[in-house]
Nanobody, 128 residues
Framework: VQLQASGGGLVQPGNSLRLSCVASGFSGFTLDYYAIGWFRQAPGKEREGVSCISGSDGSTVYADSVKGRFTISRDNAKNTAYLQMNSLTPEDTAVYYC???????????????????WGQGTQVTVSS
């Protein structure tokens, strides 16, 4: 399974971006049963979990720092997950990664080490 994250870029504070995470794999692969997480890592900082959406019922969870500004969603027919980011601030500057984990995680949201697949990351820079 491969994950391709895209949609990053340079934006001014207050603006929006939508990140996409497209999954591909063997013939007949479906993202339906995978939870998708978005993570980010800023220079000199630890990786941070941003949001996660379950594969079973579409439950979502957000980091406090993005709650009310970011929205995670998925389109299983397209094997794609999205992260809509509004009201961006310079503190949101980071490389954003998507990751997928199959059913059976030990907890919700799944801890980072349980994710099976990771995308390559897309840079988001918020600056005036």
């Amino acid at each position: 399974v491969q994950l391709q994250a895209s949609g990053g870029g340079l934006v001014q504070p207050g603006n929006s971006l939508r990140l996409s995470c497209v999954a591909s794999g063997f013939s007949g692969f479906t993202l339906d049963y995978y939870a998708i997480g978005w993570f980010r890592q800023a220079p000199g900082k630890e990786r941070e979990g941003v949001s996660c959406i379950s594969g079973s019922d579409g439950s979502t969870v957000y980091a406090d720092s993005v709650k009310g500004r970011f929205t995670i969603s998925r389109d299983n027919a397209k094997n794609t997950a999205y992260l809509q980011m509004n009201s961006l601030t310079p503190e949101d500057t980071a490389v954003y990664y998507c990751a997928a984990v199959g059913p059976g995680s030990s907890s919700w949201p799944p801890p980072p080490h349980e994710y099976d697949y990771w995308g390559q990351g897309t840079q988001v820079t918020v600056s005036s």
